[in-house]
């Protein structure tokens, strides 16, 4: 079992960043693919990255590829989302999740969620 706890979300401008944050506790952190979803009002959950348990494999939807960073401290049992360049569409409640099944990019291979922090970029 594990926890994750989202913050650093935010009302920011068309081109400003921010920085999410996701914080773990409970076991083993530093075992688990961690990734990023999001989910707009009345749309469905959408991959946004992931990132393997050692931090040296990522992967982006190529909606946010050059724009998105993810990135993984596994000595502060945390992972971040870097979003630069962010744009109206990016506006969405973000979740972090830990991954146990193959497919990096299924909503249903992570078995641990985060309660969601809400980005929202204004025009």
């Known amino acids: 079992q594990v926890q994750l706890v989202e913050s650093g979300g935010g009302v920011v401008q068309s081109g400003d960043s921010l920085r999410l944050s996701c914080a773990a506790s409970?076991?083993?952190?530093?075992?688990?693919?961690m990734g990023w979803f999001r989910q707009a009002q009345g749309k469905e959950r959408e991959f946004v990255a992931s990132i393997s348990w050692g931090g040296g494999n990522t992967d982006y939807a190529d909606s946010v590829k050059g724009r998105f960073t993810i990135s993984r401290d596994n000595t502060k049992n945390t992972m971040y989302l870097q979003m630069d360049s962010l744009k109206p569409e990016d506006t969405a409640v973000y979740y972090c999740?830990?991954?146990?099944?193959?497919?990096?990019?299924?909503?249903?291979?992570?078995?641990?969620w985060g309660q969601g922090t809400q980005v929202t970029v204004s025009s």
């Open positions: 409970g076991r083993t952190f530093s075992t688990y693919p």
């Open positions: 999740a830990a991954r146990l099944g193959p497919k990096i990019e299924a909503t249903t291979s992570y078995a641990y």
